[in-house]
């Protein structure tokens, strides 16, 4: 086997490929191409559970890991983990790839068994909890106008008002859900939006900085049902 690559620059190669000399730029992608695969299509297998083929565009795999197989873009992290032989880095970026496939389905089964009822996942991509408050796709709080004296609207922009909370750090460290390849970990703004949620199902009325924000009717509300254990 011989290398269609004929010169290294820092930031490209000079590729000799079917009697045409090509300019690539000088990353892992053309490196393993241009090099070991000579200017053909990539093909690898970490073991019989973990395998890849690129596709007939450049670039682009369809990746094996525990019989899920997905095309996947990244390239560049492929490729690093071709060179490397290394099986933890491949399935770094194909459960990534999973969980950005298929995040709103993981998301709706961690909130139901999470939260069961009280937690309504929407098509907006926004949280609503007990029907009061609502967190948006950006980790935003906000409580309901809907009370004694508001009627409910179907515009959503108007039924809403800004909530301001902050989580604490701790509140936001790593958490992982099982999945049918493994564990997947949790984006850092899902991990935010969890924990709005969890302090909204549960909200410290002493903290005032909370209910001075809260309208009269929600404050009474929430200490009605609390006085009344529910």
Same mark, same amino acid.
């Given at each position: 086997?011989?290398?269609?690559?004929?010169?290294?620059?820092?930031?490209?190669?000079?590729?000799?490929?079917?009697?045409?000399?090509?300019?690539?730029?000088?990353?892992?992608?053309?490196?393993?191409?241009? =090099?070991?695969?000579? =200017?053909?299509?990539?093909?690898?297998?970490?073991?019989?559970?973990?395998?890849?083929?690129?596709?007939?565009?450049?670039?682009?795999?369809?990746?094996?890991?525990?019989?899920?197989?997905?095309? &996947?873009?990244?390239?560049?992290?492929?490729?690093?983990?071709?060179?490397?032989?290394?099986?933890?880095?491949?399935?770094? &970026?194909? /459960?990534?790839?999973?969980?950005?496939?298929?995040?709103?389905?993981?998301?709706?089964? !961690?909130?139901?068994?999470?939260? =069961?009822?009280?937690?309504?996942?929407?098509?907006?991509?926004?949280?609503?909890?007990?029907?009061?408050?609502?967190?948006?796709?950006? $980790?935003? $709080?906000?409580?309901?106008?809907?009370?004694?004296?508001?009627?409910?609207?179907?515009?959503?922009?108007?039924?809403?008002?800004?909530?301001?909370?902050? &989580?604490?750090? /701790?509140? !936001?460290?790593?958490?992982?859900?099982?999945?049918?390849?493994?564990?997947?970990?949790?984006?850092?703004?899902?991990?935010?939006? !969890? $924990?709005?949620?969890?302090?909204?199902?549960?909200?410290?009325?002493?903290?005032?900085?909370?209910?001075?924000?809260?309208?009269?009717?929600?404050?009474?509300?929430?200490?009605?049902?609390?006085?009344?254990?529910?």
């Amino acid at each position: 086997m011989c290398s269609c690559i004929r010169s290294v620059r820092d930031d490209h190669l000079i590729v000799y490929y079917k009697g045409v000399i090509m300019t690539k730029i000088n990353d892992n992608y053309n490196n393993l191409k241009y =090099g070991q695969y000579e =200017g053909e299509r990539i093909h690898f297998a970490f073991n019989d559970e973990a395998k890849v083929d690129e596709t007939y565009d450049d670039r682009i795999f369809n990746c094996t890991y525990k019989d899920e197989t997905m095309q &996947v873009r990244k390239s560049e992290d492929i490729c690093n983990a071709i060179n490397n032989k290394n099986l933890d880095d491949y399935a770094l &970026v194909f /459960k990534e790839t999973y969980y950005e496939i298929h995040r709103i389905e993981l998301i709706t089964d !961690l909130i139901k068994r999470s939260y =069961g009822d009280r937690v309504q996942l929407k098509n907006d991509d926004t949280f609503v909890i007990d029907d009061r408050f609502m967190v948006d796709s950006k $980790a935003t $709080a906000h409580y309901s106008k809907k009370g004694q004296n508001h009627k409910h609207t179907i515009d959503k922009d108007k039924r809403w008002n800004f909530l301001c909370i902050v &989580v604490k750090a /701790k509140q !936001l460290r790593k958490r992982a859900i099982k999945t049918k390849i493994g564990l997947v970990e949790l984006d850092e703004k899902l991990l935010e939006i !969890l $924990a709005k949620i969890n302090y909204l199902l549960n909200p410290n009325m002493s903290d005032s900085i909370l209910t001075s924000q809260l309208p009269t009717w929600l404050n009474k509300t929430i200490e009605d049902e609390r006085e009344a254990g529910v």
